[in-house]
């Protein structure tokens, strides 16, 4: 079946490192590609997203761009912050009712 | 406009006892999910909504998780009895309908079975 993985973590980076979170997937058609972000205690949010071959997805400083080619959704970002440190998911759909999740990364940015 | 709200925020309990944990979903959404996050399983989808009705349950580990949606502003998942392996974070989460739509999650409710 369509399933997401992840690069496994935890990453540690210091501040103003350049991040990627590599996400592959794995999909009969072409899904729509989503990066959700999980700070603590808190649930998961919409970072950005991509819904067909070639789109980029941009928000805050984070970039990933749908990749049909390598099947790769990989979150990049040019200068990361302490306040970045959360947990990154991968995921993908065909439509809201099922929605695959990545098992997650965690980032630690040290100042 | 208000997001996701689910309540309680946290809940501690013994064994055996019920548990109930609510969930309001964004207003005009006409899709509710609830998800279980563990460290060791991750993020589990336990059954959705669309318009209120259930659609899929499969995820439901079994028979002591029973989740209604009585109206489209109000969902809750029960747990009777419960056990401490269903100590979690569990998240509702609601989404538009057509096309790829985001989901919404709420902040979740940090249920520990003593």
């Known amino acids: 079946g369509d399933s997401v993985t992840q690069m496994e973590g935890p990453v540690t980076l210091s501040e103003e490192a350049f991040l990627t979170i590599n996400c592959t997937y794995t999909?009969?058609?072409?899904?729509?590609l989503f990066w959700y972000v999980q700070y603590p205690g808190e649930g998961l949010q919409l970072l950005l997203k991509?819904?067909?071959?070639?789109d980029k997805g941009s928000n805050k400083g984070f970039e990933a761009t749908y990749r049909k080619e390598t099947t790769s959704f990989h979150l990049e970002k040019g200068s990361v912050q302490v306040s970045d440190s959360a947990v990154y998911f991968c995921?993908?759909?065909?439509?809201?009712?099922?929605?695959?999740f990545g098992a997650g990364t965690r980032l630690t940015v040290k100042p | 406009d208000a997001g996701v709200i689910q309540s309680p925020r946290h809940e501690v309990t013994e064994m055996g006892q019920e548990v109930t944990l609510r969930c309001k979903p964004i207003?005009?959404?006409?899709?509710l999910f609830w998800y279980r996050q563990t460290m060791m399983r991750g993020l589990e989808l336990l059954i959705y909504?669309?318009?209120?009705?259930?659609?899929?349950d499969s995820g439901m580990p079994e028979d002591r998780f029973s989740a209604k949606m009585p109206n489209a502003s109000f969902s809750t998942l029960k747990i009777q009895p419960s056990e401490p392996r269903d100590s979690a974070v569990y998240f509702c989460?609601?989404?538009?309908?057509?096309?790829?739509?985001?989901?919404?999650f709420g902040d979740g409710t940090r249920l520990s079975i003593l």
């Open positions: 989460a609601s989404s538009n309908t057509g096309g790829a739509q985001p989901q919404h």
């Open positions: 991509a819904t067909k071959a070639d």
């Open positions: 995921a993908l759909t065909y439509n809201n009712n099922d929605m695959r």
């Open positions: 207003s005009g959404h006409d899709y």
């Open positions: 999909a009969t058609g072409y899904p729509s």
């Open positions: 909504f669309n318009n209120n009705v259930p659609i899929d």
